[in-house]
């Protein structure tokens, strides 16, 4: 009975993108004038689906916008588990597929573990496991999306979109021209050498954080105001797994959860010789890897002895995420997209709010124009939903962290979550799980859904109703 509504609570909660987008009301395209240039600097999946969105708009209301994306190709960090609300959004809005050379693993199981044991968790809807960048051979989910920014569009409005790349913008100043309001400064090098300068009308901000603290970021801060999202650190790497003994991870991602203090860790499995790390809260060590590799649940399904020897850069890559909205993302012919905007939802799903929040901002363009009131009613006030929710995470994230340290909670969870597998998909806690792998309920659904598992277990116990589950 309980299993039925959580199944059917699941599924109605679980909405998607219906529950996010929000659609302009009136839809006349009075934004930007026909001639306008807009520049972008970055060219991640945010900038990438911005200059899509707003040159495939244009198109479709006959208006020619000159767009120019800038971009250095630094590596954009590994990653590269895409959810169904991603998915749904990339394909319903963008008019884009994931090519099946690009899946590497469809991941159907989460195996969650913590100090105490673990517990599996059954996905019914896959994830897509895919690499982020081209740099290893193989094709990257980043990179093509930029490489198809102009899929489907004709030849005249792709002629308006100029890539830019490898390129750093060095610094955005106010304009004296007396036609342009922006001027951009790039580091490449005309003949001449002078510094190539782009005069634009609006600048778009889509660097993501490894531009924090550098001076085109520190600068624009300055002259515009805006102040970037809190974050905390992450860490992230490729593991080469071809050296394992045995390799049984197959369609299997995993939390493992305060296995390293303070520290949520994901495993994304990329097909038979690759595995995905990323850390939350911490930046990784090489003794993190051992350490992670050698935990008796990881073992039973993988058997790697020199773990922290087998990465495919050599490196553990430091990351950062946001845990809350930025201030002053936007004003009078400039804004800030993806994940500089903190609005999304935190410690997941990054690319679903990347896509979200940058079709809101071309309609804006588009529809209303690029003046901070413009930016107000079309872009921040359909973005306003997700500072709430992010509350709910947060505490959520800081609650855990602090029991997790505690063995008594840490084998109550586990008992609690196993008590529930005498069916596949199990109940409250399971629905919990399931849903921070998938994205697919907002936090206060997951808050809601561990409160009413956890409180169940002892009741459940008592009345003798519990089967022995794994
Ligand atoms: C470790 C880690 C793992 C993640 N894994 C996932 C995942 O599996 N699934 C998911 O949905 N989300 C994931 N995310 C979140 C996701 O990566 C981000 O939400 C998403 O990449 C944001 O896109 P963006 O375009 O804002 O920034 P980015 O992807 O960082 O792109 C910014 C681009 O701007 C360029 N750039 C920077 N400065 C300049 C400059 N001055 N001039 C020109 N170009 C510049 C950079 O080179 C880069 O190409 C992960 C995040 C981290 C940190």
């Known amino acids: 009975m309980t299993k039925t509504l959580v199944a059917g609570l699941e599924k109605y ?180 050498n002078t510094n190539m300068v782009i005069d634009t009308d609006v600048v778009v901000i889509a660097c993501g954080f490894r531009a924090l603290k550098r001076p085109m970021l520190e600068n624009f801060q300055h002259l515009t105001g805006y102040k970037p999202p809190q974050t905390i650190p992450a860490s992230v790497t490729e593991v080469d797994t071809s050296g394992a003994i045995y390799n049984k991870i197959d369609n299997r991602m995993f939390i493992l959860d305060g296995i390293i203090k303070d520290c949520v860790v994901a495993f994304v499995p990329k097909g038979p010789k690759w595995l995905t790390l990323t850390v939350l809260n911490r930046k990784l060590e090489k003794q993190d890897i051992t350490e992670l590799f050698q935990h008796p649940e990881v073992k039973k399904y993988i058997d790697l002895p020199d773990a922290a020897n087998s990465l495919r850069c050599h490196t553990l890559c430091s990351a950062q995420v946001y845990t809350g909205a930025s201030v002053n993302f936007y004003g009078d012919d400039w804004l800030i997209i993806g994940d500089l905007t903190g609005y999304g939802r935190i410690l997941k799903d990054g690319y679903f709010a990347a896509f979200l929040g940058a079709r809101l901002a071309a309609e804006t363009l588009i529809y209303y124009g690029s003046d901070k009131r413009s930016l107000k009613k079309g872009y921040h006030k359909r973005l306003k939903h997700f500072p709430k929710d992010n509350l709910f995470g947060r505490h959520l994230f800081n609650i855990n962290k602090r029991l997790q340290n505690q063995k008594w909670f840490s084998r109550y969870f586990i008992a609690a979550a196993r008590s529930e597998t005498d069916t596949e998909d199990g109940s409250w806690v399971h629905g919990a799980l399931r849903a921070l792998s998938t994205g697919e309920l907002t936090y206060r659904a997951i808050a809601v859904f561990f409160t009413l598992g956890l409180i169940r277990y002892p009741f459940r116990l008592l009345a003798g109703k519990i089967g022995r589950g794994k």
């Open 13 to 192: 909660l679980s909405k998607g993108l219906a529950d996010h987008y929000r659609p302009l009301k009136d839809t006349l395209p009075n934004g930007l004038k026909d001639g306008s240039h807009v520049t972008v600097i970055g060219g991640g999946i945010a900038g990438s689906a911005f200059a899509r969105q707003l040159a495939s708009l244009a198109q479709e209301h006959d208006k020619s916008i000159k767009i120019s994306m800038v971009n250095s190709t630094n590596c954009n960090y590994c990653g590269g588990l895409i959810t169904n609300v991603a998915l749904d959004t990339l394909s319903q809005m963008y008019k884009l597929e994931v090519p099946d050379n690009l899946v590497l693993k469809q991941v159907d199981e989460c195996i969650y573990i913590n100090q105490e044991g673990s517990v599996t968790v059954h996905l019914p809807h896959p994830l897509t496991a895919t690499l982020r960048t081209s740099r290893f051979g193989l094709p990257g989910f980043d990179d093509s999306i930029k490489e198809r920014i102009t899929d489907g569009l004709s030849a005249e409005t792709a002629a308006n979109i100029e890539i830019i790349e490898p390129t750093l913008a060095k610094k955005v100043e106010k304009n004296n021209d007396g036609k342009h309001k922006w001027r951009v400064i790039l580091s490449k090098r005309n003949s001449d």
